[in-house]
């Protein structure tokens, strides 16, 4: 490999992560083309190429006289962005409880061989609960081939979406929505009757084409709202 190359290699896998890492915000400006090439001693071209690919993977947009900004994340849905169940119960002043219920690796069934990317997925159930009452009960699939990481994590002491959000960082979500019943089970760990009115949040989120999670989220139906605010785009008449 020729230094040019190593060197465009170097700048562009800095750049990722500063992006990746969350160090550079969604909407933040990274360092101009010229403020590069003089911190790595290189032509613009160089700088350039890098760049080029970071657009090209959706990470970052450029704006004319205006420079190039990290991109924000596509989520398939303008109403929701990606909660953390913690944060939102702490935010409320209740205190906050992820109760483990079940932990398993096990090998991807026929639906879910595309989150797997030809790895194993990590199963985990739990029950979200604030001040004791459960607010949500979860399951979810983590990919390890992308999230090698969660094996060593002990969800008894952090929950998993807080786990993902904090380390194992995402470019594409899709949100699902579904109104359900409770079956027993459910029922039982969620304290309401069975065939009681919940809300099911299915969500999936992706790096860079890549399966990161799959999880459901199901909320009795008098324990969550769904808020979001918006402003109409061209062509919204109603």
Not at 96 to 110: G, I, M
Request: a neutral charge; aromatic letters at 6%; glycine letters at 8%.
């Amino acid at each position: 490999m020729s230094e040019t190359a190593t060197l465009h290699r170097r700048i562009y896998d800095d750049l990722e992560g500063r992006i990746l890492s969350g160090d550079w915000a969604p909407g933040s400006r990274i360092p101009f083309e010229h403020e590069l090439t003089e911190r790595y001693g290189c032509s613009r071209m160089t700088v350039n190429k890098a760049i080029s690919e970071l657009v090209t993977r959706g990470l970052v947009t450029r704006r004319r006289r205006a420079g190039t900004f990290v991109a924000q994340p596509r989520v398939h849905s303008a109403m929701l962005a990606i909660p953390d169940l913690r944060a939102e119960a702490t935010a409320r002043g209740l205190a906050y409880e992820f109760r483990l219920l079940a932990r398993k690796e096990r090998s991807p069934s026929t639906e879910e061989t595309e989150l797997a990317n030809g790895g194993l997925l990590l199963e985990v159930d739990g029950l979200h609960l604030g001040d004791g009452t459960a607010l949500a009960l979860e399951r979810r699939l983590i990919a390890l081939t992308t999230a090698p990481e969660a094996m060593t994590v002990d969800f008894r002491k952090v929950p998993p979406g807080s786990w993902l959000l904090d380390f194992e960082p995402w470019t594409e979500a899709e949100h699902r929505i579904s109104a359900v019943s409770a079956t027993a089970r459910q029922a039982t760990l969620l304290g309401v009757k069975a065939g009681a009115a919940c809300l099911c949040v299915e969500r999936r989120t992706w790096r860079d084409g890549q399966g990161v999670t799959q999880v459901w989220q199901t909320f009795p139906g008098d324990r969550y709202d769904l808020v979001a605010r918006f402003s109409p785009g061209r062509g919204d008449r109603g």
